[in-house]
T-cell receptor
Framework: DAGITQSPRHKVTETGTPVTLRCHQT?????MYWYRQDPGHGLRLIHY???????DKGEVSDGYSVSRSKTEDFLLTLESATSSQTSVYFC??????????????FGPGTRLTVL | GNSVTQMEGPVTLSEEAFLTINCTYT??????LFWYVQYPGEGLQLLLK?????DKGSNKGFEATYRKETTSFHLEKGSVQVSDSAVYFC??????????FGKGTRLSVIA
């Protein structure tokens, strides 16, 4: 299994509080991704990174920010959590974004509940 | 833009039944195609992939053939087991953009 961990695995927080989720990899892969998964919507890309300090937005980036100061860590921050951000969040990594090398490996997920 | 369309679920089958989950795609260029599986409470994991037309990906008894003429990559298994109950995602990679996923199809296999 690819070495990807996410922390915390479960979190309950209140509306308006900041939340940071961490993804850590031991594979030295260049690309890292944050997704959210919600019933009826499948998997939606929030942000991704193509190198240290290099990030780009996905389809549902509003209300989220990311940072990558080291190859192995990719942080997702909800500046002021809202109930609509209650979801399961997955981190993924890939060696490349080209063709078959775009194969992504996923972490175990973080279940976030915003009350 | 690139997109993937999967059949809506849920799909419920009896053990040993034949499985087909349809997947069609729209893409520029020549995409690579993937099937991922998500077991309850876990992240997605790659099930199989195909990188060019007429390639067949296979793993754990599952197969899918890259059909360029019909822009399809249908997932099949000859005899499903209860342990195959999961959500299945079709995905494509085209150009230098992140993977594009379908919405997923939930499969339930009953004994």
């Amino acid at each position: 299994d690819a070495g990807i961990t996410q922390s915390p695995r479960h979190k309950v927080t209140e509306t308006g509080t900041p939340v940071t989720l961490r993804c850590h990899q031991t594979e030295n892969h260049r690309y890292m991704y944050w997704y959210r998964q919600d019933p009826g919507h499948g998997l939606r890309l929030i942000h991704y990174s193509y190198g240290v300090k290099d990030t780009d937005k996905g389809e549902v980036s509003d209300g989220y920010s990311v940072s990558r100061s080291k190859t192995e860590d990719f942080l997702l921050t909800l500046e002021s959590a809202t109930s609509s951000q209650t979801s399961v969040y997955f981190c993924a990594i890939s060696e490349s974004n080209q063709g078959a090398y775009n194969e992504q490996f996923f972490g175990p997920g973080t279940r976030l509940t915003v009350l | 833009g690139n997109s993937v369309t999967q059949m809506e679920g849920p799909v419920t089958l009896s053990e040993e039944a034949f499985l087909t989950i349809n997947c069609t795609y729209t893409a520029t260029g020549y995409p690579s195609l993937f099937w991922y599986v998500q077991y309850p409470g876990e992240g997605l994991q790659l099930l199989l992939k195909a990188t060019k037309a007429d390639d067949k990906g296979s793993n754990k008894g599952f197969e899918a053939t890259y059909r360029k003429e019909t822009t399809s990559f249908h997932l099949e298994k000859g005899s499903v087991q209860v342990s195959d109950s999961a959500v299945y995602f079709c995905a494509l990679s085209s150009g230098n953009t992140p993977l594009v996923f379908g919405k997923g199809t939930r499969l339930s296999v009953i004994a």
